[in-house]
């Protein structure tokens, strides 16, 4: 079985300053984790993904993520937000034995940039 | 990665009506999932749609209210039968390759019932 959780279901941050997007998982077997973004009116997009190469994981548009086994977390930042990242974002846990059916979503996170 | 196409883009429906939803990829795949998205909500699986056999269903979906169809490896069809307004949603495909946990999204079908 498998969970994640995403702590704060909004979060608000400057223009240009830099946020964190948090997300802990539950696995039973080590996982693979990725990050989606939502933008309004639109399906989702891979950011990142960590399948067990290095644990920290750069993506797209500046995003980077750290996997930490010891705090099971796989948080989301960027350095300095942009008005186009207000959006909502999804951390996702799969099971590395399983197939990709075994996806399983977190509440996600609405993101507000205030400029 | 793959491009994904769903129609409609969205639809207001009466009660008790059926909508069919369509999902089109621009490359041969291997799974092709279907996802229920409430309001203010995460994504939910409704069902992993199977070519040339039944769909298999997550618990709390049947196939007598979510049928679905999948003639072949890219394109599939979805739909929402008998539709009360707690069925407004956004319902959206994606799919997987093989040997990939990841998944890519449609834009998602957007449906309103009134």
């Known amino acids: 079985a498998q969970s994640v959780t995403q702590l704060g279901s909004h979060v608000s941050v400057s223009e240009g300053a830099l946020f964190l997007l948090r997300c802990n998982y539950s696995?039973?077997?080590?996982?693979?984790l990725f990050w989606y973004v939502q933008y309004p009116n639109q399906g989702l997009q891979l950011l990142l993904k960590?399948?067990?190469?290095?644990?920290l994981v750069k993506g797209i548009n500046g995003f980077e993520a750290e996997f930490k086994k010891s705090e099971t977390s796989f948080h989301l930042t960027k350095p300095s937000a942009h008005m186009s990242d207000a959006a909502e974002y999804f951390c996702?846990?799969?099971?590395?034995?399983?197939?990709?059916?075994?996806?399983?979503f977190g509440s996600g996170t609405q993101l507000t940039v205030l400029p | 990665s793959a491009v994904i196409s769903q129609k409609p883009s969205r639809d207001i429906c009466q009660r008790g009506t059926s909508l069919t939803i369509q999902c089109q990829v621009d490359?041969?795949?291997?799974?092709m999932f279907w996802y229920r998205q409430q309001p203010g909500q995460s994504l939910t699986l409704i069902a992993t749609?199977?070519?040339?056999?039944?769909?298999?269903?997550e618990s709390g979906f049947v196939i007598d209210k979510f049928p679905i169809s999948r003639p072949n490896l890219t394109f599939s069809t979805l739909t929402v039968s008998n539709m009360s307004p707690e069925d407004s949603s956004i319902y959206l495909c994606?799919?997987?390759?093989?040997?990939?946990?990841?998944?890519?999204f449609g834009p998602g079908t957007r449906l309103t019932v009134l």
């Open positions: 994606s799919v997987s390759v093989t040997g990939s946990n990841e998944q890519f």
């Open positions: 696995s039973s077997v080590p996982p693979y």
């Open positions: 960590y399948t067990s190469a290095a644990t």
């Open positions: 996702a846990v799969s099971d590395r034995a399983g197939s990709a059916r075994q996806l399983t």
């Open positions: 490359s041969q795949v291997t799974m």
């Open positions: 749609a199977n070519q040339g056999s039944e769909a298999t269903y």
